[in-house]
Structures are given as structure tokens and as C-alpha cells.
């Protein structure tokens, strides 16, 4: 089932009612490998290979001369509103979008100019410049008009597709944990612990138990 161009503008509010501070992170995916997709109820974000397990530090592309992974793509976001509205009711169809991590979040540039940080678990990313933009992939899973409508004006001011971060302080994310614009003295203390405490200790500020 593919959304009618209808369908998707008259969602246009849902989605604008994104949180802007404050949101949750819904869905962890890994891509092992091209085409490959591994729900995580646990993952692993590390500064130098990204979403642990994912195919990004051994994946070629075009956007290095070198074909070397791109720094400031090693991860991608996806706001959950929309693929879960593209999705219907398959919940396995979310993970085709091809992204790591789908937040409850407003990813518009104007809430999240690129350089933002956000907590995520006990982890920290960064939003990067390069835009995120739908490919013929997202076409064949989704359908043409849901394309045109997050390569349109609405879905590039809200960055419906997705956009592109890095991983700046490792640690572990869990579906369900708080997404959240990180304030500078947050940054430090996170920046501060010992790798193995971000890796396995708290969540968001919880002891595990």
C-alpha cells in the first residue's frame, strides 16, 4: 500500500506537531549489510564506527573521492511520524526507509541547524550539513507521490526524509528512550564518564537494574 499525494498533505499537521525539545526515540535498526535490516530492542553508538554492527565504516559511496565512509553521514535520523504513516500497518515496513535511528522529534533545519547535539540514552550525536534526501529505494518501498512529498517544499522544511548526524559521545540507546536538544553542561558531564558507564550504566539519568 502506497499513501495518495491526498493522504500525505492531509497528515501534514500530525507531523508538524512533532516535539520540538524533547521526543522519543521509537526504532533501532542495524543494516549488517545492502538490503539487510536488524530491529535492535539494544544498540551500541560508537564515535568511530557509528551504530555498532552497521554496515557504514565498510559500505562504499560516492560522496569521498576515495569512496571511504562519509564522517558527517555516519548515522541518520528519520522522523517516526512519517515512516510509520508510510508504513500502514506493516510495522516491519519502517525498517526499509534504510535509517538508524526513527525519533518522535522535529528534525526541521530550523529547530535543528546542523552542529545541534542530541542526547540519546547515555550516547550524544551531532547533527551534520549534508542533506538526506529520498533515492530510488525509498521510491520502491514507499511509492512515488510519498517521494515527491519528502523531496517537496513541506518535506525538505521539515526534513521529512531524514537527516544526517554523528556519533560524538558513545553509549547505548533503547527504544523508548528520551531524545533531547543537549544543553552544554550536559555535554560535559557525558563527555566525562568513563566509556564503560556510557556504554551499560544509566539510561537517561535511570539506574538500570
Same mark, same amino acid.
Given at each position: 500500500?502506497?499513501?495518495?499525494?491526498?493522504?500525505? %498533505?492531509a497528515y501534514v499537521g500530525t507531523l508538524r506537531g512533532s516535539p520540538r525539545d524533547e521526543g522519543t526515540l521509537e526504532l533501532?535498526?542495524? &543494516?549488517?549489510?545492502?538490503?539487510?535490516?536488524?530491529?535492535?530492542?539494544?544498540?551500541?553508538?560508537?564515535?568511530?564506527?557509528?551504530?555498532?554492527?552497521?554496515?557504514?565504516?565498510?559500505?562504499?559511496?560516492?560522496?569521498?573521492?576515495?569512496?571511504s565512509p562519509h564522517p558527517e553521514k555516519q548515522l541518520t535520523l528519520m522522523n517516526h511520524r512519517m515512516v510509520a504513516f508510510?508504513?500502514?500497518?506493516?510495522?516491519? &515496513?519502517?525498517?526499509?526507509?534504510?535509517?538508524q535511528l526513527y525519533v518522535d522529534l522535529d528534525l526541521s533545519a530550523t529547530n535543528l541547524p546542523a552542529g545541534t547535539r542530541?542526547?540519546?540514552?547515555?550516547?550524544?550525536?551531532?547533527?551534520?550539513?549534508?542533506?538526506?534526501?529520498?533515492?530510488?529505494?525509498?521510491?520502491?518501498?514507499?511509492? %512515488?507521490?510519498?517521494?515527491?512529498?519528502?523531496?517537496?517544499?513541506?518535506?525538505?522544511?521539515? &526534513?521529512?526524509?531524514?537527516?544526517?548526524?554523528?556519533?560524538?559521545?558513545?553509549?547505548?540507546?533503547?527504544?523508548?528512550?528520551?531524545?533531547?536538544?543537549?544543553?552544554?553542561?550536559?555535554?560535559?558531564? #557525558? #563527555?566525562?564518564?568513563? #566509556?564503560?558507564?556510557? #556504554?551499560?550504566?544509566?539510561?537517561?539519568? %535511570?539506574? %538500570?537494574?
Amino acid at each position: 500500500m502506497h499513501r495518495t499525494r491526498a493522504e500525505l %498533505e492531509a497528515y501534514v499537521g500530525t507531523l508538524r506537531g512533532s516535539p520540538r525539545d524533547e521526543g522519543t526515540l521509537e526504532l533501532v535498526v542495524r &543494516r549488517p549489510a545492502i538490503g539487510e535490516r536488524e530491529v535492535l530492542a539494544e544498540g551500541e553508538l560508537d564515535t568511530e564506527v557509528g551504530l555498532v554492527g552497521d554496515n557504514w565504516p565498510v559500505k562504499p559511496t560516492t560522496s569521498t573521492p576515495d569512496r571511504s565512509p562519509h564522517p558527517e553521514k555516519q548515522l541518520t535520523l528519520m522522523n517516526h511520524r512519517m515512516v510509520a504513516f508510510l508504513a500502514g500497518d506493516d510495522p516491519d &515496513r519502517r525498517a526499509l526507509a534504510g535509517d538508524q535511528l526513527y525519533v518522535d522529534l522535529d528534525l526541521s533545519a530550523t529547530n535543528l541547524p546542523a552542529g545541534t547535539r542530541l542526547a540519546i540514552g547515555t550516547a550524544v550525536v551531532e547533527v551534520t550539513e549534508p542533506p538526506h534526501r529520498g533515492c530510488a529505494k525509498f521510491l520502491s518501498r514507499y511509492g %512515488e507521490e510519498a517521494m515527491r512529498f519528502v523531496n517537496g517544499r513541506v518535506g525538505r522544511e521539515l &526534513r521529512l526524509r531524514g537527516i544526517n548526524a554523528k556519533v560524538v559521545v558513545d553509549g547505548t540507546v533503547h527504544p523508548g528512550d528520551t531524545v533531547r536538544k543537549a544543553p552544554a553542561a550536559q555535554l560535559a558531564e #557525558a #563527555a566525562a564518564r568513563p #566509556a564503560s558507564s556510557r #556504554a551499560t550504566g544509566t539510561r537517561n539519568g %535511570e539506574q %538500570e537494574t
